[in-house]
């Protein structure tokens, strides 16, 4: 790709978002891309991206977009769009470029286009290719613009876009089987038009609904607007059933505990395990359980975990780790800190645990081998980088120190 592709690139790059899509534990469940059209005010995406979704998060770079209602679904053409509210305080339409929308007419075959998306979670990748065909299903009641930019999943609702960095549509589908290569789909931007078109036509009224109202509350969270985002889920607990209502006091205990009201963080993670049991509720109690000093029903919590969810293994081991450290039996927290190294999320944190105790001891060549183990499973990871810095401080090797205290801060950036 060379100088025409960097400058579409940065001229729409601003525009193309995540989707986020998670069930109704929290946990996220898919992932896809969206693209932003400021001058109508949507986000649009693919319905297949977001069909399983009990919230739905756009976000860029790590601003997230307020979402404020659907403006239509058409599941035939797996197109999904929603509305921006320009309401919200904290969020500017400054950085967001305004696209201009491609002319069904000025389509054709052989022309240059690029693709932007988030392939695997890989945040806006652009691919180059051109229209291989423009193409109709049999009963002619949907199009399709065929090219050969690749994308792959994660792209799905990403932008295709011309060499002027006007938008064609967005990306939907592949076939990739049958040593297919290159045959990719994109729902053409007039159908996505014609579809809101008949919607707004037909004065469909929008309504939120617990999605929205849920996206809005947690985007509450994400901007560290706690209190905010209390009042927003206590304000969706009547309008949901008994299962969803263990859910959003789950959210209401997290956001307590990050605003340092343990006991009330401790009533709403009960009212949670109440009606539901949620291994995320479980680990979140032990965790405030630890820093209230109530050790042996941190302990219990996070046994319960670790025998009855095998997904949380590593998270109720690296709790466990915790607790027996602030007890000061050192040779638990370290059986439980090395089983939690076995789980990639947990692993560094784990890893970094470890050293310190290593490193407290004065046992620096030790610490030193565990870290450069760490980062060869996960050189990514700017704590490993902090944590040998200051392993290289207290044995006196100020190079050393400095060098991983840089690499830490560009992997930081």
Not at 300 to 329: H, S, W
């Amino acid at each position: 790709m060379g100088q025409r592709a960097a400058k579409v690139f940065v001229r729409t790059n601003d525009a193309v978002v995540r989707i986020i899509v998670r069930d109704k534990a929290g946990q996220t469940i898919s992932q896809g891309s969206g693209v932003v059209l400021k001058d109508q005010g949507w986000v649009v995406t693919n319905q297949h991206v977001v069909r399983d979704a009990y919230l739905i998060l756009a976000e860029h770079e790590g601003q997230y977009f307020p979402l404020d209602s659907i403006v239509a679904v058409d599941s035939q053409r797996d197109i999904f769009i929603m509305a921006i509210s320009k309401a919200e305080k904290d969020f500017s339409w400054r950085e967001v470029p305004s696209l201009k929308l491609v002319e069904q007419k000025d389509v054709a075959v052989g022309q240059k286009v690029y693709a932007i998306g988030s392939p695997f979670s890989f945040e806006n990748t652009m691919t180059e290719g051109i229209v291989s065909g423009l193409r109709n299903n049999r009963d002619k009641q949907q199009s399709f613009i065929q090219i050969s930019a690749p994308f792959s999943s994660g792209s799905s609702g990403g932008a295709v876009l011309d060499k002027k960095g006007r938008l064609l549509g967005v990306s939907t589908w592949v076939v990739g089987n049958h040593g297919a290569q290159n045959l990719n789909f994109v729902i053409p931007i007039w159908d996505v038009l014609e579809v809101a078109e008949t919607v707004i036509g037909k004065k469909s009224s929008s309504k939120k609904g617990e999605l929205l109202l849920l996206s809005e509350a947690h985007r509450s969270f994400a901007h560290g607007r706690y209190a905010e985002s209390i009042q927003k889920f206590k304000a969706i607990q009547p309008k949901v059933n008994a299962q969803e209502r263990a859910m959003v006091d789950h959210y209401i205990a997290n956001a307590y505990h990050r605003l340092g009201e343990l006991d009330s963080a401790v009533v709403h993670y009960n009212s949670c395990l109440a009606s539901r049991e949620l291994a995320e509720a479980y680990l979140g109690r032990a965790a405030i359980l630890l820093e209230l000093v109530q050790f042996e029903k941190a302990i219990a919590d996070y046994l319960l975990v670790l025998t009855k969810y095998t997904e949380e293994r590593g998270m109720a081991n690296l709790g466990l780790g915790l607790v027996y450290q602030a007890m000061d039996r050192q040779q638990k927290s370290r059986e439980h800190f090395e089983e939690a190294t076995r789980d990639p999320r947990t692993g560094p944190t784990a890893i970094i645990n470890l050293s310190d105790m290593d490193l407290r001891i004065g046992r620096f060549d030790d610490a030193i081998n565990r870290c450069e183990k760490g980062l060869a499973q996960y050189p990514k990871e700017a704590g490993l980088h902090l944590k040998l810095a200051e392993i290289y401080r207290n044995k006196g090797d100020m190079q050393k120190a400095m060098e991983h205290q840089q690499a830490a801060s560009l992997l930081g950036r």
